[in-house]
């Protein structure tokens, strides 16, 4: 069964640091191009990151451009999402996702969403 | 940017009624529109890939179609299991866009 399980996130004042996580399993990591997801509380679906198959193609929304850096090891199974000057409207649930079709070189459907992480930074 | 709107925001319907939601983009994306169905505290779930694939182990009472710039998701015969919020999300261009949600309530 293909599964994401992410780690950590918490609570962070502005303009601090954070990194959080998302193990592959059941399912080879470097055959998928990969994206994180985000949904501040109570609102709606916001694309935040993708990064290839390879790890060499990143990209990233206007909104985190600069301070995010999205990562993966495939040697381990492991994405990472490290999330700097951080601000009060970063706040959110932060989803890691696997595209639905491998070695595809487009944009796909999530076939598979990670459980979220909570990341809350005030002021 | 491509914005996706869905129609309507919220749906309440009778057990064994149809829903109908609309997601309309802002440019032609081909069938590379998906559809999501999110149920509270919990990971949104693919249901419909490209507009009209079903997703495996999704019911059959799921259906999608559209392409272009208008898309439809169809849920027939509801089930109290459906109530949930759904988006639809493009993958045509960057950057990748959902629609902000119609949530579906069974009375």
């Known amino acids: 069964e293909m599964q994401l399980l992410q780690s950590g996130g918490g609570f962070v004042q502005v303009g601090r640091s954070l990194r959080v996580s998302c193990v592959a399993s059941?399912?080879?990591?470097?055959?998928?191009?990969m994206s994180w997801v985000r949904q501040a509380p109570g609102k709606g679906l916001e694309w935040v990151s993708e990064?290839?198959?390879?790890?060499?193609?990143?990209e990233y929304a206007d909104s985190v451009k600069g301070r995010f850096i999205v990562s993966r090891d495939n040697s381990k199974n492991t994405m990472y999402l490290q999330m700097s000057s951080l601000r009060v409207d970063d706040t959110a649930i932060y989803y890691c996702?696997?595209?639905?079709?491998?070695?595809?070189?487009?944009?796909?459907?999530?076939?598979?969403w990670g459980q979220g992480t909570m990341v809350s930074v005030s002021s | 940017e491509i914005v996706l709107t869905q129609s309507p925001n919220f749906q309440s319907v009778t057990p064994k009624g149809r829903v109908t939601i609309t997601c309309r983009a802002s440019?032609?994306?081909?069938?590379?529109l998906h559809w999501y169905q999110q149920k509270p505290q919990q990971s949104p779930k693919l249901i419909i890939s490209?507009?009209?694939q079903s997703f495996s182990g999704v019911p059959s009472r799921f259906s999608g179609s559209g392409s272009g710039t208008l898309f439809t998701l169809t849920i027939n015969s509801l089930e109290a299991e459906d109530a949930a919020t759904y988006f639809c999300?493009?993958?045509?261009?960057?950057?990748?866009?959902f629609g902000q949600g119609t949530k579906v309530e069974i009375k």
């Open positions: 996702v696997k595209d639905s079709i491998p070695r595809n070189g487009e944009f796909d459907a999530f076939d598979i």
């Open positions: 059941g399912f080879v990591l470097g055959e998928y191009s």
């Open positions: 990064t290839g198959g390879d790890g060499m193609t990143r």
């Open positions: 440019q032609s994306i081909g069938s590379s």
């Open positions: 490209y507009a009209s």
């Open positions: 999300h493009q993958t045509s261009s960057l950057p990748l866009t």
